[in-house]
């Protein structure tokens, strides 16, 4: 036995599956998930020694490669200083004015501990905001494990959803409206319907949860349009996106401005930090100036706030993401024309530092058509890369990311791998 498969059959004993988040335990892939013991710029290494590139970046955080020197600087610094205060910090507002400047619709902001809490609060604030219940989100689109969000869509068209976990009352799947992504129609379908009774709709404005699927034109300004027409408020979860799609997630990209916005991920530089915000007048019913309740003891924690300032930092400095965009580029074109050499279906598309491969000839446009790939190629593929040093996330599903320091070298590293591993796909 390896000792990966050794720690992964002790974990099992003590936590579920193995893992602290599904993910991780390989389910889709098969094997033995590595247990990694260090993570330095781009590569990982488990505790076998063995080294990987690594395309997870802790599914998104880690865009200026693992442990940069800076940003270990400025933890360290803030730890030695106390772990956490349950008080302000003026880091906490330092942290809060960059994500105001940087991001066009931010008026205001509460920092949270994670994604979930962030997109969870913002449901809660847009219900107390408008006073109504029912909120529009799409399948395929995941924004955390908060009850109301684990619903998939109902058995008819319109129909209001039905919880995807145990545990989660069918009451309060039904106050979920599920619809498809990209789905203009059935958009403005909704809104014909319901348009009186609906609080907010939440969404991922480019998808990272059903593999990278990026929006068609004319679906986000729908969003838009049809949320003032009918007084619901749009809320981009950013978790992903933020940061990550570019300086100023896809809001800055679209030029479309949500009236509430959700991060998380880089933001805290591989430490707990969610956002959540938006429009003051909204941001303005929040406790303690408001009646929407939402709170957290390490909200804004003080060592979790400086990795996330000095990660804004650095990807601030010029020609951050032109470099981070070539690398995706770099990488995703380089697949595709090695697949095709292979006599592959594959295509592969990016933004920004975001990037998905699809075994399919063209990159998808909807969960179903994200599930329509060859799921064993893939499987394969996943595996070989990984045997050869390369960890690619363990789902058809998942996108990959890179950092800054996926230098060319990494990445002509990466390809000479790949090519081998297509050669060898059956
Ligand atoms: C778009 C999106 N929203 C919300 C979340 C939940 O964030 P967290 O895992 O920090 O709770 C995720 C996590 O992957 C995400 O990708």
Redesign the pocket.
Known sequence: MTTNQALFERACQSIPGGVN?PVRAFRSVGGTPRFIAKAKDAYLWDEEGKQYIDYLGS??PAIVGHAHPEVVEAVQKAAENGLSYGAPTKAEIELAECLIARIPSLEEVRLTS??????MSAIRLARGFTGRNKIIKFEG?????SDGLLVKAGSGLLTFGNPTSAGVPAEFAQHTLVLSYNQIDDVKAAFAKYGSEIACVIV?PI???MNLVKPIPGFLETLKEQCQAHGALLIF?????GFRAGPQGVQGLTGITPDLS?F??VIGGGM?V?AFGGRRDIMQYVAPVGPVYQAGTLSGNPVAVAAGLKTLEIIARPGFYEQLSRTAEMLTQGLTQLAKEAGIAFSADYVGGMFGIYFRETPPTTLEEAGDVNADQFKQFFHLMLDAGVHLAPSSYEAGFVSAAHHDNIINQTLEIAKVAFSQLT
């Open positions: 988040s599914w998104g994670s994604g979930t809490e962030a997109t689109c995941y924004h955390g494990h991922e998808a990272g949860n979860d950013e978790v992903m996106t959700t998380a991920k707990p969610g």
